[in-house]
């Protein structure tokens, strides 16, 4: 849910709240579903898969990510 609001003075008001999204989120078990971006105005969140889950029995880890990624497209 979301509400917009207005701060008058020293008075707080708060509109109706309404629904954020129609969208289904993945619940990830943890307190928090979402990242907040630094600059306040986007977030990360997992939209749900409606689709037939399937097995995940896969890891992938990357090593040393940043020494890639300097080879790849190194800084000017």
Request: proline share 4%; aromatic share 10%.
């Amino acid at each position: 849910m979301v509400a917009t609001h207005k701060v008058e003075g020293n008075t707080f008001r708060a509109d109706k709240p309404q629904l954020w999204s129609e969208t289904q989120f993945t619940d990830r078990g943890i307190d928090r579903n979402y990242d907040l971006h630094p600059d306040g105005e986007r977030l990360a969140i997992l939209k749900a898969n409606n689709e037939q889950s399937e097995k995940l029995d896969q890891v992938t880890f990357i090593f040393n990510f940043f020494d890639e990624l300097r080879r790849i497209a190194p800084s000017k």
